[in-house]
């Protein structure tokens, strides 16, 4: 079991392959599960690196720590510890936020590539802001869920994120993978997601893929292509047959998306 101790915490980590590196930032309450298909499907030409962030998956249960900028500061001594350099990151949901708090802490050095996978540059709505998931009435609700019925709201959650029912198989790896998030870590990310990234985006200056799910169900494309709009010359890619997990529901045509992008620059 590859584990890595990143500022007091052991961090879960897989790896394939040889070649230039690209590192898969998971969504809030998920894990790196969630990227097996690229992690396998992608090691024939690229070192294909995905983590587990603390309190999420397989890495460490801390008490502390489950803020954006601590999670982008562990993948800083992530990235150091392993010698990972000229990095494509690719973060989805959650993780593209941390992908955002990181380059706001340290830049861009040694970063060749950021991929935005379905994330706007607020998940919280605002008086000068039209896009934005979650209202303080919204958080609320998901906060009472979280603590009162975990499971059910897990179970709810993963229809929504979907554009189709899932297979039993999907199912499972869904709910397995987030109910490994304690509920305690769960709120604490929940109320993080209310920062606010539209003043970094536009100071992004590697290369971005920016990728949509056209069937989701609680973000909207808008929210997401607004990131793209922000960020200087970022591609955006619709996908028509996704929900809020294009890893997982067009694993193929994503991992062709990603290649070719990677390719050209």
């Given amino acids: 079991m590859p584990v890595i101790q990143c500022n007091g915490a052991d961090l879960y980590y897989e790896e394939q392959g040889e070649g230039p590196p690209i590192v898969f930032l ?38 502390t720590g489950h803020t954006l ?9 992530f990235l ?16 593209a936020l941390v992908s955002w708090e990181y380059v706001d802490q340290f830049g861009t050095d040694g970063i060749r590539a950021l991929v935005d996978i379905d994330m706007e540059p607020s998940p919280f709505q605002r008086e000068d802001y039209e896009f934005g998931t979650y209202t303080i009435e919204g958080m609320r609700e998901a906060l009472d869920g979280i603590q009162s019925n975990p499971l059910e709201l897990t ?18 790896m869904m709910f397995d993978e987030e109910t490994r998030t304690p509920p305690s870590v ?16 536009p100071n992004i200056d590697v290369p971005t893929l920016v990728c949509a799910g056209a069937d989701e169900k609680w973000r909207g494309v808008a929210n997401v292509k607004y990131a793209a709009e922000l960020i200087p010359d970022a591609r955006f890619e619709l996908f028509e047959e996704s929900g809020h997990c294009i890893t997982v529901e067009e694993p193929e045509r994503f991992n062709q998306v990603l290649t070719e992008f990677l390719d050209s620059i």
Avoid: C
Avoid at 49 to 57: C, E, K, Q
Avoid at 80 to 91: I, R
Avoid at 189 to 200: K, P, S
């Fill in 26 to 63: 998971h969504g809030g309450f998920a894990g790196l599960r969630y990227f097996e298909p690229q992690v396998v499907g992608l090691s024939e030409d690229f070192r294909t690196v995905a983590l587990d962030f603390r309190g999420h998956g397989r890495s460490e249960k801390t008490e």
């Fill in 69 to 77: 900028p601590q999670h982008a500061r562990d993948l800083r001594a």
């Fill in 80 to 95: 150091e510890q392993l010698n990972l350099t000229d990095v494509a990151v690719v973060g989805w949901s959650m993780g």
């Fill in 155 to 172: 179970d709810e959650s993963i229809e929504a994120l979907l554009k189709d029912p899932p297979s039993r198989e999907l199912r499972n």
């Fill in 186 to 201: 769960q709120g604490s990310m929940l109320l993080g997601l209310m920062r606010d990234y539209r003043d970094v985006l």
